[in-house]
C-alpha cells in the first residue's frame, strides 16, 4: 500500500478487497469493510456515506498492519475485536473461540424452550468462552439467573467484558473450572431448567484438517476433544443428569457427524428421554437436545 498518493474510503476499500481476495480470504469486501471500519472508528455503514474521506497517514499505517496479518489468514474477527452473535456485538479475543452463525441454533432453541416454559429460569452454560451463548440467552429471555462455566481464566475475562457492555452482570454469574466442577457449592440452592453448551468437539483427524485460521490462531483448548472429538461430551452427560430438574432440558451443539455418538452416550446413561438431533441452515447436523425424565 503506498502512502504517497491520496487514499479515500472508497479507493482503499476496492485496494484492501483485491489484496484479500488475492490472498484467498474469505467474504473480502466484507473484511476489507470490518477492518477499514475498524480503524476509522466508522459503522460499515458509515463507510458508504463517506466515500470520498480522505484517510490519514496514521490510520494507513494501522490498516496496512492489519490487512497483512489478515492476508496472512489471521481471523478477521480478532483483527476486529470483536463480531456479531445474535445480533449482539461480542468482544473476542485469541484467548476465546470466535462465535460460529451456526451456534444460533442453540440460542434460538434454548429461547424458545424458556418462553414455553416461562416464569424465572435456571441455565447453566459449560464452555463459554466469549459467553456469547449466555449473553444471548439473558438478552432475550431476560427472567433468568445462568451460571456460566470455563476452564480458561483468559476467556472468562473476555466473557466478563462481554457480560459488563451488555449490562448482563445481575443475570449471569462466571464461574472459573472444569464443567460442573465450580458449580457443585451452588447447587443445595436449586437445580437447572436448561444446560446449554458448545464443548469443543473436533476430533483428531478434523483437527489437521482446519482452515489455516481457525487452526493456526483459535484456542486449541477450545476446540480439541480427543481421537473422537467425543470426549467432552462424555464427561458432561455422565454428569448432566444430577444437576437438572425432571422435565428440564440438555442442549449441545455438536460436530456434523457426531449426532449418532452423541444421543448414544445420552441414551446410555438412561436419565434421558426425547433425544433429537436437529440440522443447521447448511443441513448439517449440529444440536442434540435431550429432555431429563
Ligand atoms: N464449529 C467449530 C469449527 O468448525 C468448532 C467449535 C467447537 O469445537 N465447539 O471450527
Redesign the pocket.
Known sequence: MTTNNIWTIQKLLSWVTEYLNNKGIDSPRLSAEILLSCVLGLKRIELYTQFEKIVSEEQLGRLHNLVERAGRHEPIAYLAGKTEFYSLEIEVSADC?IP?P?TELLVERAIEFLRVRSGKQFICDLCTGSGCIAAAIAKNYPDCQIIATDICDAALSVADRNIEKHQLGERIKLLHGDLFDPIVPYLDVEKFDLIVC?????SAAEFEK?DKN?KDYEPRL??FAGDEGLDIYRRIVEKAGQFLKPDAKLML?IGCEQGPAVKQLLEMVGCFSEITIEKDNQGNDRIVIAKKS
Open positions: 473461540l460460529r451456526e458448545n464443548p469443543p468437539y473436533v482446519l481457525v477450545a476446540l451443539e
